[in-house]
């Protein structure tokens, strides 16, 4: 199973997520330069956490625009596995992959810190390697991650049950305290309609070292890899 | 005095002009000595910048002579754009601290934001990829609106900097008191682990080798912030919006990939960042230190405004530029890599035999000076040291304990207003210097790069996993997960208001705290860099302050085999008031230390562990005298009596090193589970925080005691540490400390249940301090966020 992960310029998460998928857990990973456009040898493509092109405009705007992301768009709709988190959960916004958008965090600060998450479903393969209703809990670092969709977008979600990870507090509840930046319906993790195109603020790739402490998002990759002789 | 004022007559230039530059009239008179002629405008501010304090340290560097500087560790020491240390395993740690007061005064989120993009330049011009970002913060006290501005701004530049160019910001300090309300003190501090094979210097090399200009445009932003940094803030400088620099992290991340990517062709002799005075003082360095010269032609330099003249082009203080030597005909290799990552890289000029910096605009020369001139051999002051300390000094040595109110076994009445010693405590914990520093930290990315091993607030050290990455090209990363079990630990410290009272031992006590704050975690210290905020050298007593300090700094590295291996000199932080007196700042020299770490999986934080666990206090005991543990400085004084006197905690270097070694030895045989620095609010506070850290809580009996009870709990120094201790290892331990450390050890107590309570107890009846952790933890969490809403 192979792993390509794309470098923007301003992109900084791109050789944590290596770190995981090829230093831990030793599968080939490729990081592929935000011009290049063939994505022909990447089973998953990850869209890493950053600051693309500066992130001026707004938020992954501008990323969108780029050729590796034209591929991504083709790969998503050929039905396989493309993950985005942080900024890469911005571009997927801003890229027409996932809907709504991502905005300021409430208090208008950065906000780093580690948050407690609820698994929503386990019958994708992302969460595959969860219990449903699970409460995990997974870095957060953003400045604008609060989630936002008009109400016919967010009943279509929670309709077709596409909300995957939701800020709760240590009970599972999904309660205002509990949501860190203002996020509708505390949504941390969004996937499309087909379940291929997941997208989240939450950095799992910095849950997943033993030596860090926290390894609550280690199955999140661990799920990946059990599920990918299937899609490949 | 004849000979000068006959130069600056002749001068083609009005004594006024000569004095914006920041030149004195004896340095204009040398100016045209080296010359042998009159400098044009372009050349009198290449002078006024390079002749700076902070560029040329004219003050300091007599002083900075006497630090040690050399160790078994150390490959790169002062000098160069960073320090670096050998970690072993072919790994080394490039490190420095810089300061960025005057800007952050003027423009608090550009003024830090540049602060952090100037110090990370700095690491990677070495060849090494910046692994993590400390900073050391003063401002005034937060009911001023003012302070709170420049707060929230300062904090807010750095997260923005920090975060979008992807290293994480691990720890720090941060410190409220007024002397810092006009000058605020933003010192940042960043390590790098080396990425190429060799350690890239700055000296020019190779007649003929062509010059490089690589990364963002030049502007006129930032226009002599070198010399701007080296005065006195007044109300006017304030408005002086033009030097402070504006930085742009997305071009800095590119333009850190671009460079370690140039670095490793080998086709790089030598490199330089563009940091103060901008081309002025890159350019005439790498010749300095080559012995060469270079000549510029500037109009080959991307400019992003029209219509600058040399001066502008020499004194710019753009963000996000370098300098680079090449091989000769290699140069277009280098220049694909850059626009590969979207930056500018032009070949700007030459090596030259001559060791001049000449500088070519429209054809013409623009400007020739002997670069010696500018980076060497530049002016230096021997300033005269006052015969005895100055009345404010020894006025404040003669305050006493028995100046305080009476106190017993209930409390203290201050003001007339009972208060138990839970409420001094809880007083104590809302002080914001005490208080939690979350609010910051929480803007600040600590976990990016996936190292960070402790978290902010955790330990008193930061402590980042050692692991080499990848190039950016290529995705083969070598080291397996369990190969990488070496760290290194930072930290930065000075108490500022030991250092006002007695600069000698204020400073001795700044390393002997980094020292014992890396202790604390498991980390033997290694180098230090410094960063010597203090005012303006040319008063008597800003130079007493300034001197008396580096005496202490040098001596107390030697005595911790702590070589200094860089730093930085920030001179004349005062600001006018507006009866124009100056109002120093208190003289802050920050130790920015680093520690290494054989093991990881034999570290600890500072909160509890287990409930159960024997919790001792190794140092200077209970009833220690009050020249070790001392009110003089402390913020129970300052807080509670709203008192600034007394004689600092005097520093004892043997009695340090033998608590810090034992410190270290027990965390690495596995019996010490958590350690923790009695600093800022004495054993008090140490302990309420290993409470609130692990929201455990911890019963505490004191022995029957001859000294006053506020001396026992909240008087500071005294080379404490607070250890707590598996039950199973009680026995070993102790036979340890008797044999390590006889006679200054003791047990305190138990660490208490989940959730329960701090309790000390006197002669294990009367009932000292009582405090649950939910209240102590509501007052320590919220007592800055409170006092920014409020």
């Known amino acids: 199973m192979k792993f390509g992960v794309i470098v923007f310029p301003g992109s900084n998460c791109d050789r944590d997520l290596v770190w995981v998928t090829q230093g831990i857990l030793n599968q080939p990973t490729r990081l592929i330069w ?199 | 005095m004849q000979g000068f004022m006959t130069e600056i007559a002749a001068a083609p230039f009005s004594a006024q002009e000569i004095a914006s530059e920041g030149i004195k009239p004896d340095e204009y008179s040398e100016i045209v000595r080296r010359l042998g002629r009159h400098p044009n405008t372009a050349e009198l501010g290449m002078f006024g910048v390079m002749w700076s304090e902070h560029c040329c340290y004219k003050n300091s ?24 240390i050998d970690l072993g395993d072919g790994m080394r740690l490039a490190f420095k601290i810089e300061s960025h007061n005057h800007p952050s005064a003027v423009e608090p989120f550009q003024g830090a934001a540049t602060g952090v993009g100037g110090i990370l330049r700095d690491i990677f011009t070495m060849g090494a990829r910046p692994i993590a970002i400390l900073n050391s913060l003063r401002f005034g006290t937060l009911d001023d609106a003012r302070t709170r501005r420049i707060f929230t ?12 160019i992807g290293v994480p910001t691990v720890g720090g300090e941060v410190y409220f008191d007024p002397a810092y309300s006009g ?47 080296s005065a006195e803030l007044s109300k006017e400088s304030i408005d002086d919006r033009p030097a402070v620099q504006v930085g742009d992290p997305f071009l800095e991340k590119s333009l850190v990939e671009a460079c370690l990517e140039a670095f490793k062709t080998g086709a790089v002799v030598a490199a330089q960042d563009m940091g103060a005075a901008g081309i002025t003082c890159s350019t005439s360095e790498m010749a ?81 000076i002997p670069a010696t001139a500018l980076a060497d051999n530049t002016p230096i002051y021997h300033r005269d040291l006052i015969a005895e300390p100055p009345t404010y000094a020894r006025e404040a040595w003669n305050w006493t304990p028995d100046q305080l109110p009476p106190c017993d076994l209930s409390g203290i009445s201050i003001g007339g207003q009972p208060l138990s010693w839970t409420d001094v405590l809880n007083q104590l914990l809302d002080a914001p210097t005490i208080a939690s520093k ?80 890396l202790s604390c975690v498991g980390a033997d210290p290694i180098a230090i860099t410094d960063n010597l905020n203090f005012g303006s050298p040319e008063k008597p007593i800003g130079y007493w302050q300034l001197s008396e300090a580096c005496r202490g700094l040098s001596e107390a590295c030697t005595a911790f085999s702590t070589p200094v291996t860089g730093g930085n000199v920030s001179l004349y932080n005062e600001t006018l008031d507006s009866d ?153 331990w102790e036979t340890y400390l008797q044999a390590h450390l006889p006679y200054h050890w003791q047990t305190l107590g138990q660490v208490a249940a989940s959730g329960s309570s701090l309790q000390i107890r006197a002669d294990n009846t009367s009932v000292l301090v009582d405090a649950t952790i939910a209240a102590m933890q509501n007052i320590w969490s919220t007592a800055i966020e409170r006092r920014l809403t409020s």
Request: hydrophobic fraction near 40%; proline fraction near 6%.
């Open chain 1, 34 to 232: 935000h011009e290049e456009s063939d994505l022909s040898d990447i089973d998953i493509v990850v869209i890493p956490g950053g600051f693309s092109y500066g992130d001026y405009l707004r938020c992954g705007a501008i990323a969108r625009f780029s050729p590796v992301m034209q591929s991504t768009i083709h790969h998503a709709r050929a039905g396989k596995p493309v993950l985005g988190v942080c900024n890469g959960f911005q571009v997927l916004t801003e890229a027409g992959l996932l809907p709504g958008a991502l905005v300021r965090n409430r208090n208008l600060n950065f906000i780093c810190d580690r948050a407690p998450l609820r698994v929503e479903r386990n019958d994708l393969f992302w969460t595959q390697g969860y219990e449903k209703g699970q409460v995990i809990t997974i870095p957060i670092a953003h400045g604008e991650g609060s989630y936002y969709a008009d109400a016919t977008t967010l009943k279509e979600l929670e309709d077709n049950e596409q909300v995957i990870f939701r800020y709760c507090d240590a009970q599972g509840n999904p309660s205002p305290e509990s949501n860190p930046n203002g996020s509708l319906h505390n949504i941390a993790g969004i996937c499309n309609r087909q379940g291929n195109v997941l997208g989240m603020m939450p950095h799992p790739e910095r849950a997943a070292d033993e030596a860090l402490g926290c390894v609550d998002g280690m199955a999140l990759f661990e799920g990946l890899l059990r599920a990918m002789p299937a899609l490949a």
């Open chain 2, 153 to 164: 701004g300062v904090v807010a530049g750095i997260s923005h900097y920090g975060n979008c």
């Open chain 2, 580 to 732: 124009g007196k100056p109002q120093p700042i208190y003289p802050t020299p920050v130790v920015g230390m680093v520690g290494y770490i054989p093991d990881l999986s034999r570290i600890v934080g500072q909160g509890w562990t287990h409930e159960g666990d024997a919790i001792y206090l190794l140092g200077d005991g209970l009833d220690a005298d009050s020249t070790a543990l001392s009110f003089g400085g402390s913020e129970y004084l300052a807080v509670l009596h709203q008192t600034i006197a007394g004689q600092p905690p005097r520093v004892n270097f043997a009695l340090e090193r033998s608590v810090q070694a034992a410190c270290r030895h027990g965390i690495r045989q596995g019996w010490v589970h958590s350690a923790h620095d009695c600093s800022e609010g004495g054993l008090a506070i140490a302990l309420a925080e290993s409470c609130i850290s692990s929201d455990r809580g911890a019963t505490i009996s004191l022995p029957p005691l001859s000294a006053r009870l506020d001396q026992v709990l909240f008087a500071e120094g005294g080379a404490r540490i607070v250890v707590s201790v598996d039950q199973a290892s009680v026995a070993q």
């Open chain 2, 288 to 368: 300095a230190k080559g012995g060469v010269g270079i000549e510029l032609d500037l109009d080959l330099i991307p400019a992003r405004e029209t219509g600058m003249v040399p001066y502008e082009y020499l004194l710019s203080e753009s963000q996000e530029r370098m300098l680079f030597v090449a091989e000769k005909g290699r140069e277009q290799e280098l220049i694909d890599i850059f626009h590969k990552w979207e930056l500018h890289a032009v070949v700007a000029g030459t090596v030259i035999e001559e060791p001049i910096v000449r500088i070519l605009f429209q054809g013409a020369i623009a400007a020739e």
């Open chain 2, 61 to 84: 560097r007599p002083l900075l002579k006497q630090f040690p500087t050399e160790g078994d560790r150390i490959l790169v020491g002062p000098g160069e754009n960073a320090g670096v």
């Open chain 2, 183 to 229: 000058n605020p003190l933003v010192n940042a501090m960043a390590l790098g682990l080396m990425e190429t094979t060799e350690i890239v210097k700055s000296g020019a090399r190779g007649i003929g080798n062509p010059v490089l200009y690589v990364g963002s445009t030049t502007g006129r932003d930032g226009m002599g912030g070198a010399s701007f940094a």
């Open chain 2, 438 to 517: 979350r609010w910051i930290y929480r803007q600040y990315d600590h976990q990016v790069q996936n190292n960070t091993v402790m978290l902010p607030g955790g330990a008193d050290a930061a402590i980042v996993r050692i692991r080499p990455l990848a190039d950016a090209t290529s995705s083969s990363i070598t080291p397996t997960p369990s190969s990488l079990t070496k760290g290194v630990a930072a930290t930065t410290d000075c108490n500022s208001r030991y250092v006002y009272l007695n600069p000698y031992e204020g400073a001795k006590a700044a390393v002997a705290e980094a020292a014992r704050n």
